[in-house]
């Protein structure tokens, strides 16, 4: 009896989300708010169609219990303060610094993901998690600057790395009994009337003249990104999510060098490589490993 067509569908479709959330920092950029108000249009802009979709995927099933509704709404504000604390970081540190320390997630939600199925990795699984964790360290190397004058922007970037990890396991937990659109929308209108207060709390420019990027990004890294992403996490582990987010400095410094024009070194390439070593190295121990993930239409 053949696979179904979903689960054999999740892997692509996490590769591509993290294609279109690689973008999301170059759109903040081109962006003509603050960096916390572009968070905002991210999430506000995205809200009635994802709203509409998850009415049209949840029809004819009973409402999600209260305290579900609840956790993903508790991760939607974790996800607000991630994308704050996140873009302010950015200002603030260098771009390689915020990318790293911006993808601890990654790390984080593979441990959660051990910690869950209550084992150690075995030898594939550590190699994979090392080879990961190097080639990320070169990707970023050359950019990257340890100096006191980036040290409150890369703390704020850690801390958003944890925020985000928190969004993840909420996440994680709902889409076993959720669907993905009322998962993603959800956690949406959770975190999107805060970061509004928050820009408005830091002063920012909330209004944007040009809406071309932010339209872009609420398109690129909300509705297809993270849409994508969640329903991928119905689907996988969080071990293989988890270092699945690692494509996004790959997509980072793709965009770097074909935007910007920032050279990509043999460094670079080998650590783009290592990293590509480590996801295919841990698919191959996870096909074994069953989830349940819900229904998804």
């Not at 995927?57 to 974790?78: D, E, N, R, Y």
């Amino acid at each position: 009896m053949s696979k179904p067509l979903a689960p054999r569908l999740a892997f692509p479709a996490l590769i591509v989300a993290n294609l279109f959330l690689a973008a999301g920092p170059w759109m903040v950029r081109l962006t003509d708010v603050g960096p916390v108000a572009a968070g905002f249009w991210r999430l506000a802009l995205a809200l009635p169609l994802l709203a509409v979709l998850a009415a049209w995927q949840q029809k004819g099933k009973p409402l999600p219990a209260w305290s579900l509704i609840g956790a993903v709404a508790v991760g939607g504000l974790f996800f607000a303060a991630d994308l704050a604390v996140w873009h302010v970081g950015i200002l603030q540190t260098k771009l390689a610094n915020a990318t790293l320390f911006g993808n601890f997630a990654s790390f984080l939600f593979a441990i959660y993901g051990f910690i869950l199925i209550r084992q150690m990795p075995d030898k594939v699984q550590g190699g994979a998690i090392l080879f990961a964790v190097f080639g990320t360290f070169l990707l970023l190397a050359r950019s990257y600057e340890l100096s006191p004058d980036n040290l409150v922007g890369d703390l704020l970037c850690l801390l958003a790395g944890l925020f985000y990890t928190f969004y993840l396991i909420a996440v994680d937990r709902a889409r076993r009994s959720l669907a993905p659109f009322p998962t993603l929308a959800i956690a949406t209108a959770a975190g999107t009337l805060p970061i509004l207060l928050f820009a408005i709390l830091l002063g920012e420019q909330v209004m944007p003249s040009d809406w071309g990027p932010v339209i872009l990004l609420s398109i690129g890294s909300q509705l297809i990104g993270q849409s994508l992403l969640v329903f991928a996490m119905g689907h996988l582990s969080p071990v293989v999510t988890g270092l699945g987010l690692l494509t996004q400095p790959i997509a980072a410094a793709a965009i770097g060098w074909s935007v910007y024009g920032e050279r990509l070194g043999p460094v670079d390439m080998v650590g783009a490589l290592l990293i590509c070593v480590g996801l295919v190295l841990i698919r191959l121990p996870q096909r074994g490993l069953a989830t349940n993930p819900p229904e998804d239409h």
